[in-house]
Structures are given as C-alpha cells and as structure tokens.
C-alpha cells in the first residue's frame, strides 16, 4: 500500500509540474512586459493563447500578443479559422466581464421597451456617431431595459451636452430626442456629478471606447453592434 501511495504521489507530481512551469512563464513574461512596455501599460493578466507559442496579454483596453519572452508583440484579432469566430473578442469579453449587480444604476439613464425583460447597460458618448447608430438599432428592438451610463470622453463639447441631458426634466426623453434626431435638449442646470463618477467608473473598468455595451451576465460587446448580433448575444443570456 506504501508503494502505491509513492506511485500516486508522484503522478499528482508529474501532473502538477506543467501548471507550475505555465505559472513561471506567465509571471515572468508579464514582469518582462511590463518592464518593456512602461509604467503606463497596465498588464492584468497574461495567459496561454489558442495559438501554441502565443501568449494572451490583457492590458485592460485590449488583449495583444506575445511570444514568451516579450519580446515581439502583436496587435489584432486571432481568428479560428474552422469556425470563424473572433477569439480575441470572445476572451476579451470573458476576462473583462463586469458585475452588473454592482453598477450605480441611478447615475443612468433608464429606458424601457415593451415588458422590459432583456438588460443592457451601456456607456455612451452623446457626441460619438456610433453611439448615435446603436441608438438607431435599439430603437426598434422591443423587450428591453436599457440603462445607460453617460460617457462623455469625446472632449468639452460632449461634457456639456451630457449634462444638459442629465438635467433635463426628462432625461430618458430628452436622450432619445438628441441621439435620435438631434434635437437640443436645452440647458437646465442640476447636480452633475453623476457624470464625473461615470468617468471613473467606466475608466475603472478599462471603458475606452464608446459605445460599450455590457450583457446581463456581465459580458462586453464593443461598438455599434449590429441588431442580428445583439439579438443573438441576448438570446444566449436566458
């Protein structure tokens, strides 16, 4: 019985000693980038890629690549190529998910569509084209609560518009005018700071583009999403 257990020792050995060295290459890739890449790259994660000999980075905006040394990386998205499905966007979203239930829901806009069942929350630009061509899609998409984060990073122009929405009398109104059809929302004065914890809470996250829409589980989709492609990562959140 004591040899057996030698034996079985040693195979939980054998078997762990792969994930050991995984965690020492990972670890000192991600020292050497960090070193390469400067203080202002900040590294969250650096893990096997799909691609043998091809690390996954996570700088928190995006996911770029690298051979284990660090010392050549790549920019873009790794496509499979039997199935034809983005990899880099599929684990940019898994790693970067976000826990909705602890969004500050009353710093957004609320609007709600039919029964309201379907979440998203969105961080949004009121100057950025494509925000205004998201909201073009989900204006015709029913069954839906959507929540939206003011995001205003466009520059001073987009500040101002932002808040002139937030303090309307009807923010939710006042935001499909203006996305819709440009209409001004005017300019009522209230208690803007909601918009500056957006920032924060969006640049916590690594938002940096807009729009960024989250799925109820969590999941980002960046960008003017298409209506078939919303529909179908909706669809997957029942």
């Not at 690298?66 to 983005?86: P, Q, R, W």
């Given at each position: ?56 980075v996570n700088v928190g905006s995006q996911l770029i ?100 929405i937030w303090c309307a009398k009807d923010r939710t ?66």
């Amino acid at each position: 019985m004591k040899r057996v257990l030698v034996s079985i020792a040693s195979v939980l050995a054998i078997l762990a000693a792969p994930a050991a060295r995984a965690d020492a290459t990972t670890d000192a890739l991600k020292a050497a980038l960090q070193k390469r890449l400067g203080p202002e790259a900040t590294i969250r994660g650096v893990e096997r890629s799909a691609m043998p000999g091809v690390y996954e980075v996570n700088v928190g905006s995006q996911l770029i690549y690298s051979d284990a040394k660090g010392e050549h990386v790549l920019i873009g998205n790794m496509i499979d190529t039997a199935s034809g499905e983005n990899l880099t966007q599929t684990r940019f979203s898994q790693v970067n998910r976000i826990d909705v239930s602890k969004l500050p829901l009353n710093d957004a806009i609320k609007t709600v569509k039919g029964n309201g069942r379907r979440k998203l929350y969105v961080f949004s630009d009121p100057r950025c084209p494509y925000c205004h061509r998201l909201e073009e899609t989900l204006k015709d998409m029913k069954d839906l609560t959507i929540y939206t984060f003011l995001y205003p990073v466009l520059g001073p122009e987009s500040v101002d518009k932002a808040k002139s929405i937030w303090c309307a009398k009807d923010r939710t109104q006042a935001w499909r005018d203006w996305m819709l059809d440009k209409k001004d929302p005017g300019n009522a004065t209230c208690d803007t700071t909601a918009l500056t914890r957006n920032r924060a809470l969006g640049e916590s996250y690594g938002v940096t583009g807009t729009p960024t829409v989250v799925l109820a589980d969590g999941s980002r989709l960046p960008g003017a999403v298409p209506a078939a492609e919303l529909e179908k990562a909706l669809a997957r959140q029942r």
